[in-house]
């Protein structure tokens, strides 16, 4: 399995993150599990940490981007980021 991964090392915006979303559902159709590999991303704004993985919490649920999207190599500040990300929208689920 090939890790999924961001063509630039600043993430920032909405639309960006709302198409790279889009991208992921076809990867999640297509297998289990897709890991997402941070390595080369410096920095992730709240905006596109909140549209891609807190959007994905809304949509999906919590349980189900734990069990099927791996995040490895992210920076601990970025990895924050999607974390805080994702419990605010786990939080708006509940």
Same mark, same amino acid.
């Given at each position: ?58 949509? *999906? ?18 990895? *924050? ?6 419990? *605010?929208? *786990?939080?708006?689920?509940?």
């Amino acid at each position: 399995m090939e890790a999924y991964t961001f063509q630039h090392t600043d993430l920032a915006s909405r639309s960006l993150a709302s198409r790279e979303r889009s991208s992921l559902y076809q990867q999640l159709t297509e297998q289990d599990q897709v890991v997402i590999d941070l390595g080369e991303v410096e920095s992730i704004s709240e905006s596109f940490a909140d549209e891609l993985f807190g959007v994905l919490v809304l949509e *999906r649920g919590f349980d189900f981007v734990v069990k099927h999207v791996k995040i490895v190599n992210a920076a601990d500040d970025v990895l *924050r980021s999607i974390a805080i990300a994702m419990k *605010r929208r *786990r939080s708006i689920a509940a």
